[in-house]
T-cell receptor, first 114, second 111 residues
């Protein structure tokens, strides 16, 4: 049981390049999320998917696209990377459990755009 | 204005003391909350989820939610140096499954 996995762990891009960050969870969670974390800014929600087949914008969606490929996988794409997208990206998944909720995070992807 | 606000700290407490971390929120759609701990360079770890007014206890941690005053707090009893981390509060909108975070409070437990 790996929980939430993300690939790659590190990536360096040049301005204008594109890439896709991959996320998968094996907890059978319905909801999945992409966040970015910058110093002093906390975690900011980029996109989320409340269930398979749906996606919604968060606080900072500009410059990103997402795909909820199936219940397990939720990918984040940068079509034309910009230095402002240098950040640590976290994927998370959540589900109700016994009247409560749980949300777990992946290990993160450190992205640098030069 | 962010929907969830936290004092960035650092909050310094001596070992063995009670650490009190606070969070206020402006979005009445966020009626339940997560507390996370995040060590430097690591991903957030879930501490607790609270959705009812009042207190919820789990080991050395107690979360308190006051919906009328729109604040949520986390108490850590018998603080240990290993509790030194950034603590994140997040509001959860169950209807939309949306989770939004405060900027976190850095806690330092002094041996």
């Amino acid at each position: 049981n790996a929980g939430v996995t993300q690939t790659p762990k590190f990536q360096v891009l040049k301005t204008g390049q594109s890439m896709t960050l991959q996320c998968a969870q094996d907890m059978n969670h319905n909801s999945m999320y992409w966040y970015r974390q910058d110093p002093g800014m906390g975690l900011r929600l980029i996109y989320y998917s409340a269930s398979e087949g749906t996606t919604d914008k968060g606080e900072v969606p500009n410059g990103y696209n997402v795909s909820r490929l199936n219940k397990r996988e939720f990918s984040l794409r940068l079509e034309s990377a910009a230095p402002s997208q240098t950040s640590v990206y976290f994927c998370a998944s959540s589900e109700s459990k016994g009247g409560s909720y749980e949300q777990y995070f992946g290990p993160g992807t450190r992205l640098t755009v030069t | 204005q962010k929907e969830v606000e936290q004092n960035s700290g650092p909050l310094s407490v001596p070992e063995g003391a009670i650490a009190s971390l606070n969070c206020t929120y402006s979005d009445r759609g966020s009626q339940s909350f997560f507390w996370y701990r995040q060590y430097s360079g690591k991903s957030p770890e879930l501490i607790m989820f609270i959705y009812s007014n009042g207190d919820k206890e789990d080991g050395r941690f107690t979360a308190q939610l006051n919906k009328a005053s729109q604040y949520v707090s986390l108490l850590i009893r018998d603080s240990q140096p290993s509790d030194s981390a950034t603590y994140l509060c997040a509001g959860f909108s169950g209807g939309y499954q949306k989770v939004t975070f405060g900027t976190g409070t850095k806690l330092q437990v002094i041996p």
